[in-house]
């Protein structure tokens, strides 16, 4: 494992695929859950003190834009949670599958370039797979859907805006930085939780949830993130891309396993998935193929 960085991207990306798992068995609600993850992470970075020195010659507009960005990491776990909570762990999952899709249609508008048709192309042969998706779940379960849609449009906006930042700022206290940002931004709302619902308002964790919030903070959140940084050095950009896109069939089939989710959903729901993987890891084969022409 030590030595080899398809294993080490490979279990960064099978613990990616457990926050959603961690997320159904965690009691509290999306916001709370959230607040917990993100402090638990600052708390951990922040008490390095070797970071802080690694941020003496960031510039002051990149530390703010690095305070935005995490914001928007913040807002994308609150809507990924949130369909966890209302839909489903296999649903949720699959909607992230939708983020290479957005950030192949996006990132043309962030980065001000012209819009390529192989880009738009993603998007249309997504579509089918949406449709399927929205037609095997279960009605009560929309709702959960439309929030992790709202989660990987989030998600690829992040993406888009942090490959500058991740250039130019060190990744640990890029990650430091954003954590914070998040956790200020949630206590901040405290007194405001409890509009979304009474299971939303402030509460501590008990001894069950704590523990599962430890395990999706350290070794969801913060081995991955270590470890990818890790397997970037040795692997190409696209080899990370592509597994990373996987995430969602190992949260999916987890769910399966753990949650026994299979019994909620329908076969269309399976072949969607199944439709929107395609066009995504086609779509990063064929940019591959098209660049080393």
């Known amino acids: 494992m030590r030595h080899n960085p398809y294993l080490q991207l490979h279990l960064c990306v099978l613990l990616w695929g457990c926050t959603a798992i961690l997320g159904k068995l965690i009691t509290l609600a999306a916001i709370p859950l959230v607040f917990w993850r993100v402090l638990i992470v600052s708390l951990c970075l922040v008490s390095w003190r070797p970071l802080w020195r690694r941020l003496a010659g960031v510039p002051r507009r990149d530390l703010w834009l690095a305070a935005g960005n995490g914001l928007v990491i913040t807002v994308h776990w609150l809507f990924f949670y949130g369909a966890v909570k209302v839909a489903n762990a296999s649903v949720a999952a699959t909607c992230l599958a939708l983020a290479p899709v957005f950030l192949a249609l996006f990132e043309p508008l962030l980065l001000k370039r012209a819009f390529n048709r192989r880009n738009l192309l993603i998007g249309v ?3 089918p797979g949406v449709a399927l ?10 709702a959960g859907f439309l929030l992790g849609t709202l989660a990987a449009l989030l998600a690829a906006l992040f993406s888009s805006l942090n490959k500058g930042l991740a250039e130019r700022m060190p990744a640990l206290p890029l990650t430091m930085i954003q954590m914070a940002s998040g956790t200020l931004l949630l206590a901040l709302l405290i007194p405001l939780w409890p509009l979304f619902g009474a299971e939303s308002a ?11 919030l430890l395990l999706l903070a350290l070794a969801c959140t913060l081995l991955p993130f270590a470890l990818i940084v890790i397997v970037l050095r ?5 080899s990370v891309q592509l597994a990373v896109n996987l995430e969602p069939v190992y949260a999916i089939a987890l769910a399966a396993l753990l949650l026994d989710e299979t019994a909620e959903l329908h076969w269309p729901f399976y072949l969607g998935v199944a439709l929107i993987l395609a066009a ?3 779509h990063a084969a ?6 080393e022409c």
Do not use: E, Y
């Not at 998706?133 to 929309?142: F, K, N, T, W, Y």
């Not at 040795?234 to 696209?238: G, P, Q």
């Open 125 to 127: 042969l997504a579509l």
């Open 133 to 142: 998706v929205v037609g095997g779940i279960p009605q009560g379960m929309l």
């Open 202 to 212: 402030f509460r501590w964790p008990g001894p069950g949830d704590l523990g599962w």
């Open 234 to 238: 040795r692997l190409s950009a696209f």
């Open 280 to 282: 995504v890891l086609g």
């Open 286 to 291: 064929w940019q591959r193929r098209c660049a």
